[in-house]
């Protein structure tokens, strides 16, 4: 059974800074990609990073380049995103996903984890 489960967030500052993380389990997790997604009040689900099964290949979206860095540990089974710089349009619902499986994939979803950024 996969699970994708969250933690880190939280209400900081403009200016400051968190750390998402996300814990993976039932399934190889060093064999699939894993990305970040967030959604704000009103607003659809947007893609945020991605990160390569082996670190090699990281993108963002452009609104997040230079302030946010995608990072894995495949020896706890866990992906990381290291948020600088917050500003106020990153508040959202974080959720952590991958598409895993054999012959058939699947997407799965983490319950997501609020990230707030206020005075």
């Known amino acids: 059974q996969v699970q994708l489960v969250e933690s880190g967030g939280g209400l900081v500052q403009p200016g400051g800074s968190l750390r998402l993380s996300c814990a993976a389990s039932?399934?190889?997790?060093?064999?699939?990609?894993m990305r970040w997604y967030r959604q704000a009040p009103g607003r659809e689900r947007e893609w945020v990073a991605s990160?390569?099964?082996?670190?090699?290949?990281?993108s963002y979206v452009d609104s997040v380049k230079g302030r946010f860095t995608i990072s894995r540990d495949n020896a706890k089974n866990t992906v990381y995103l290291q948020m600088n710089n917050l500003k106020v349009e990153d508040t959202a619902l974080y959720y952590c996903?991958?598409?895993?499986?054999?012959?058939?994939?699947?997407?799965?979803w983490g319950q997501g984890i609020q990230v707030t950024v206020s005075l």
């Open positions: 039932g399934f190889t997790f060093s064999s699939y990609a």
């Open positions: 990160i390569g099964s082996l670190s090699t290949i990281r």
């Open positions: 996903n991958t598409v895993a499986g054999g012959t058939a994939r699947f997407t799965y």
